[in-house]
């Protein structure tokens, strides 16, 4: 069993940064896909960015290509969200998730473990 923790969320103005780190414990999660996904109020999930296992391969959705960067340590066992150029419509709850898959997904029901969200909420 994989258990993941989110930090690094907070209140930021727009065009600001902030950096989500994702926690692993349980089990290692080298051999693991990783991605970040986010849900605003009334919105479904959505798909932020994705990494496979060695970080080889990174995916971004078209609204943070440019402006967030994924990235792991494997060492530590940790995932990674910079969110530079924050705009107003990146409020979320932001989401890890791991896969127990070589190659990262943008879709949410492919990831096996899920994280509790950390909130990022960016005033205009």
């Known amino acids: 069993q994989v258990r993941l923790v989110e930090s690094g969320g907070g209140l930021v103005q727009a065009g600001g940064s902030l950096r989500l780190s994702c926690a692993a414990s349980?089990?290692?999660?080298?051999?693991?896909?990783m991605g970040w996904f986010r849900q605003a109020p009334g919105k479904e999930r959505e798909f932020v960015a994705a990494?496979?296992?060695?970080?080889?391969?990174?995916y971004y959705a078209d609204s943070v290509k440019g402006r967030f960067t994924i990235s792991r340590d494997i060492a530590k066992n940790t995932l990674y969200l910079q969110l530079n150029s924050l705009k107003p419509e990146d409020m979320a709850v932001y989401y890890c998730?791991?896969?127990?898959?070589?190659?990262?997904?943008?879709?949410?029901?492919?990831?096996?473990?899920w994280g509790q969200g950390t909130q990022v909420t960016v005033s205009s």
């Open positions: 349980g089990r290692t999660i080298t051999w693991y896909a």
């Open positions: 998730a791991a896969r127990r898959e070589l190659g990262s997904s943008r879709t949410a029901s492919e990831y096996d473990y």
């Open positions: 990494i496979s296992w060695n970080g080889g391969s990174t």
